[in-house]
């Protein structure tokens, strides 16, 4: 009588009681309906059953009254085919509810990896057009060639401009006779201070 009174204290929870049911691997039983599910949508399960079957029709038709196990309207067998297709039909829905969330972690994993390969597409499209514009402003061989060519002209051009100007100052003719010829010694001399210098009238 004391411990119902402590049950029904009302300053204490209380403890819910639920029914035990039998544990079982979730994993292990997919696993098993799967092989059920394979097995039965196999051509060789079509053909053992259609065998069953038939040797059930024979034996109970034509064997001896004493000897059939299951008589016209074979009742026994209605019982086990329904049986079946009631097993079947969540075993197969199981199945193909596994079948689906595989195929819904690879669509993910699929998306995943095309996200990825997107992204990464569009940075090598950046990239190239980086190097593409940035080559754009590198010099290239045939303009280095152009450029050289064009200095090596204005290097002549100011090479035969000085050239000239040394020949005006040193009383040379402009037409540049007599330029790798040595200058003569006695017309830089007095004496040569009352003759006419080469190329003047």
């Not at 394979?38 to 000897?67: C, D, E, Q, S």
């Not at 690879?106 to 390969?117: F, G, I, P, S």
């Not at 000085?162 to 830089?188: F, I, K, N, V, Y």
């Amino acid at each position: 009588m004391v411990e119902r009174r402590r049950a029904e204290r009302l300053d204490q929870p209380r403890e819910v009681r639920r029914v035990q049911l039998p544990r079982f691997d979730p994993e292990a039983f997919g696993r098993w309906s799967e092989a059920i599910a394979r097995g039965m949508g196999t051509a060789h399960f079509i053909v053992y059953m259609t065998v069953v079957i038939t040797t059930w029709f024979i034996w109970n038709t034509l064997a001896p009254a004493h000897l059939r196990f299951d008589p016209y309207t074979f009742t026994f067998l209605t019982l086990m085919l329904s049986l079946q297709a009631s097993y079947a039909a969540p075993l197969i829905l199981l199945a193909q509810n596994r079948q689906a969330d595989r195929d819904r972690l690879a669509l993910e994993e699929d998306r995943r990896r095309a996200t990825a390969q997107k992204a990464d597409t569009e940075y090598l499209a950046r990239e190239i057009a980086a190097l593409r514009h940035a080559m754009g402003e590198v010099a290239t061989r045939d303009f280095l060639r152009s450029e050289l060519a064009r200095l090596a002209e204005e290097l002549d051009d100011a090479a035969q401009r000085r050239l000239r100007l040394q020949q005006r100052d040193a009383g040379w003719p402009a037409g540049g006779a007599g330029l790798d010829e040595p200058r003569d010694e006695s017309d830089t001399g007095p004496a040569s201070e009352g003759r006419p210098r080469p190329g003047s009238r």
